[in-house]
């Protein structure tokens, strides 16, 4: 039975496409050994009529596209301008090594996987939350 996706993305700046991945999209990875860093997505795949076999495409999903954009902008990272196309709101990044990724905003039904996704994604936000709470507040110095 299929437990995922291997995804490869060719770069001619390997180390830092990494970084990219790592540090700008905040994606969990491991450490395979030699510092072969295997990142992990939820995923999906569908399939699509064409006149040709054997043609793939990968776009990264995200909740907000408009907020995606504005912390590229913020990061000096180049992207395309959104554009709906029904489905989704679509964009696409350059990575540091010169390569293209799409990214887009689905506006269509998921597999449940989303739902497994979001909920980690606020039990994260919440313990952000409880941390700031139990942070001893500063006492003043005294003069």
């Known amino acids: 039975m299929i437990v995922g996706a291997h995804i490869m993305l060719q770069s001619k700046d390997e180390a830092a496409d990494k970084a990219f991945l ?11 050994g030699g510092d072969f860093l295997i990142f992990g997505t939820p995923g999906e795949i569908a399939i699509h009529e064409s ?7 990968l776009y990264l999903m995200c909740e907000d596209i408009g907020e995606f954009l504005e912390d590229m902008a913020e990061r000096g990272i180049a992207a395309t301008q959104a554009v ?13 090594g010169g390569g293209k990724l799409s990214v887009y905003e689905p506006h269509h039904n998921r597999p449940a996987a989303r739902a497994v996704a979001k909920k980690k994604a606020a039990k994260k936000r ?3 939350v ?10 003043k110095a005294k003069r």
């Open 84 to 96: 709906n196309r029904g489905w989704g709101t679509i964009s696409e990044v350059t990575l540091p």
């Open 126 to 128: 919440a313990k952000k």
């Open 51 to 57: 006149d040709r076999n054997d043609v793939h495409q």
């Open 130 to 139: 409880v941390k700031k709470l139990k942070k001893p507040a500063r006492k």
């Open 22 to 32: 790592r540090e700008v999209l905040n994606l969990p990875f491991i450490d395979a």
